[in-house]
């Protein structure tokens, strides 16, 4: 692996590949031990010639965003982290078609379609996660999901070859896509929205983010909801009503305030999270016949 690592730096240099990079510092969890490499692709060609290398040499690799949605092992991750965040995340606005590059984030591609007087976006204006991943999950939240919004999305297959869906071939449900069953690398977005009126989209955006403020542990550690909607019911009120609000295992907690949300309160280890996950899972299912699905992706060594 560190010849290959001495490629990526040819390719994208020394600067942008961070070696035996902590984890914890590019999750909102705060949790993860070293990768052999944290690589940073400032553009397209540099992540194909990258996944290329990585595919040719057989080198376990994951790709990163904003790491709003992940849990990383203490231990570290013995593969190579492509993190496609800041350094690649031009937004631009040509009327009502806003193109927004994978490392955009979401919350900041809202706002300036908001600012353009643009609506249809405002249910991502908290999401803390980038573009690339929002399309992979379809992300949403208060009613709006990617799915509504998205035109075309550009990716990278496992062989570097570029390839565009468009909405109706990305296959959108819950919290899932086509891109993310074939484990395929969001490049860009073209998303198409409405012209509205400036105070309402503004109203909507502050109405929304007070709910958040106001009902999700957005204060702490976290990777979000721990948990997917199960059909029929929701995972906060099933986890609430077991009893298990506030539970403590070593350092990670179920939210006081919402009850889905397994939060960071003390330094918590990645054995602290799963074995919580655990916890919460094994009781809601004796309880109500429930299996809940964990939402946060669950990385090993």
């Known amino acids: 692996?560190?010849?290959?690592?001495?490629?990526?730096?040819?390719?994208?240099?020394?600067?942008?590949?961070?070696?035996?990079?902590?984890?914890?510092?590019?999750?909102?969890?705060?949790?993860?031990?070293?990768?052999?490499?944290?690589?940073?692709?400032?553009?397209?060609?540099?992540?194909?010639?990258?996944?290329?290398?990585?595919?040719?040499?057989?080198?376990?690799?994951?790709?990163?965003?904003?790491?709003?949605?992940?849990?990383?092992?203490?231990?570290?991750?013995?593969?190579?982290?492509?993190?496609?965040?800041?350094?690649?995340?031009?937004?631009?606005?040509?009327?009502?078609?806003?193109?927004?590059?994978?490392?955009?984030?979401?919350?900041?591609?809202?706002?300036?379609?908001?600012?353009?007087?643009?609506?249809?976006?405002?249910?991502?204006?908290?999401?803390?996660?980038?573009?690339?991943?929002?399309?992979?999950?379809?992300?949403?939240?208060?009613?709006?999901?990617?799915?509504?919004?998205?035109?075309?999305?550009?990716?990278?297959?496992q062989n570097g070859n570029l390839m565009v869906f468009k909405n109706g071939e990305l296959d959108f449900g819950y919290r899932r896509s086509v891109i993310k069953n074939k484990g395929y690398i969001v490049i860009s977005a073209k998303i198409q929205i409405e012209n509205g009126n400036s105070h309402d989209i503004y109203a909507l955006m502050d109405e929304l983010d007070e709910k958040r403020t106001t009902k999700q542990p957005v204060h702490l550690p976290s990777a979000g909801s721990t948990f997917k909607r199960p059909d029929g019911y929701y995972a906060g009120k099933l986890i609430q009503d077991a009893g298990l609000k506030g539970l403590v295992h070593g350092g990670a907690m179920v939210s006081e305030l919402h009850s889905g949300f397994i939060v960071n309160v003390n330094n918590a280890t990645y054995e602290d999270v799963i074995t919580l996950i655990e916890i919460v899972r094994k009781t809601v299912k004796e309880k109500y016949s429930v299996d809940l699905e964990p939402e946060v992706k669950i990385i090993e060594r």
């Open 1 to 157: 692996m560190d010849k290959t690592i001495l490629e990526i730096q040819k390719i994208i240099g020394i600067e942008s590949v961070l070696l035996n990079e902590p984890m914890k510092n590019h999750t909102s969890f705060k949790i993860g031990g070293p990768a052999r490499a944290v690589v940073l692709p400032r553009n397209v060609e540099e992540i194909q010639k990258i996944i290329k290398l990585l595919d040719e040499n057989n080198i376990k690799h994951y790709i990163l965003g904003n790491g709003t949605n992940v849990l990383f092992p203490d231990d570290g991750y013995n593969g190579i982290v492509i993190k496609i965040a800041k350094q690649f995340s031009d937004i631009h606005i040509e009327g009502n078609v806003v193109y927004a590059q994978a490392g955009a984030l979401l919350s900041k591609v809202s706002k300036l379609a908001a600012k353009a007087t643009l609506t249809g976006l405002e249910f991502a204006s908290g999401i803390p996660g980038s573009i690339g991943g929002a399309v992979v999950m379809n992300a949403g939240a208060y009613g709006g999901e990617m799915k509504d919004v998205i035109v075309e999305a550009t990716t990278i297959d």
